[in-house]
């Protein structure tokens, strides 16, 4: 399978691309982690995009930060995140995307 991974952490990309002059080692545990799931793809691209173009990802990693348990959105995203999905043309749920 071929997969394309964006990020907009300029200092996450540097480092799976073997670049640790800005020498974060803190994420070092993190980069191995990335490696060992990306192997198992046959085609792994690696793309930045900036914070202002990438808000659905923003907001998610956000409210993820505040949950107080593990949820799944796959079926049902947040309804604070159904409006940012909505808004930069990704693909919501029917159910959730009417609720609003």
Excluded at 16 to 42: C, K, Q, R, T
Aim: aromatic residues 6%; glycine residues 4%; proline residues 7%.
């Amino acid at each position: 399978m071929k997969v394309i991974l964006e990020t907009d952490c300029k200092v996450l990309l540097d480092g799976i691309s073997g670049n640790h002059y800005n020498n974060s080692w803190a994420i070092l545990p993190l980069l191995d982690e990335i490696h060992d799931v990306v192997s198992s793809f046959e085609e792994v691209i690696w793309s930045w995009v900036p914070r202002s173009a990438n808000r659905a990802a923003h907001a998610a990693a956000s409210i993820s930060i505040r949950a107080m348990e593990l949820q799944s959105w796959v079926d049902r995203p947040p309804l604070s995140l159904v409006g940012v999905l909505t808004s930069d043309g990704l693909p919501c749920p029917p159910l959730v995307a009417s609720a609003i």
